[in-house]
């Protein structure tokens, strides 16, 4: 279990941060994962967000619980995992199983099993993550909000990366934050690049997944510097 929270903002080089920059493995060079993800932790990033999709909730298949599985011991990152898939549930004690440090679900998939997914997760002393797509409202995550780590707006429709930004959908960081706990963690994904993580900042987000602006970036050790703010 994670129990000092600032350890959550801390680079594996021990320096601390306002925020956290978790970029998603979606955009990396899958040949070479750990070398990848291990580049990115050496200039700052302190998570590695792992886009799990079922071509069900979302059009899209990626990847599963053995491969967080595999890069447990392989690098120093916290492992943010990210279900993007129905019946999320019966899923969730695979990805404890496989050491992820961060389980975030969507309340769109968990339907009258919300409880019981953040309660799973917690159990396990895994941090527990809820979020919601662009056009679902924060009213309906309204009640589970005191129970979670984290809430995830996504600024895109997940299921692909390299979407445009919607700012509309980030306005719902504003609503989140008016209402937590301090010690909350806001996380948006969706388009995340200097210029709209200064506009989630603004609104109340800590946490930034970022892809294609993090792995295809030509001065990755930059852009990751640039979302730690």
């Not at 050496?42 to 619980?65: E, K, L, R």
């Amino acid at each position: 279990m994670i129990k000092d929270l600032q350890a959550l903002y801390t680079s594996v080089d021990g320096s601390k941060h306002d925020y956290i920059v978790s970029p998603s493995i979606l955009s990396s060079d899958f040949a070479n994962l750990e070398s990848e993800i291990k580049k990115t932790e050496s200039y700052g990033a302190q998570w590695c967000h792992i886009d799990v999709m079922d071509g069900h909730f979302v059009p899209n298949i990626t990847i599963g619980a053995p491969v967080v599985k595999s890069l447990k011991n392989r690098v120093k990152t916290k492992l943010d995992a990210h279900l993007m898939i129905e019946n999320p549930l019966k899923y969730i004690p695979d990805f404890i199983a496989a050491g992820s440090d961060i389980i975030t679900f969507h309340v769109e998939a968990s339907g009258d099993k919300t409880s019981d997914c953040i309660q799973m997760i917690k159990n396990a002393g895994v941090l527990a993550g809820i979020s919601i797509k662009p056009k679902t409202p924060v009213s309906v995550i309204k009640d589970f909000i005191p129970l979670v780590d984290m809430v995830l707006v996504m600024t895109v429709e997940p299921g692909f990366s390299g979407q445009k930004f919607m700012t509309e959908a980030a306005q719902k960081i504003k609503e989140v934050r008016a209402f937590v706990k301090e010690d909350l963690i806001i996380q948006v994904d969706g388009g995340i690049n200097a210029e709209t993580a200064e506009i989630c900042r603004e609104y109340g987000a800590n946490c930034f997944v970022a892809g294609n602006y993090v792995y295809k970036n030509p001065d990755m050790k930059s852009a990751i510097k640039g979302l730690l703010g």
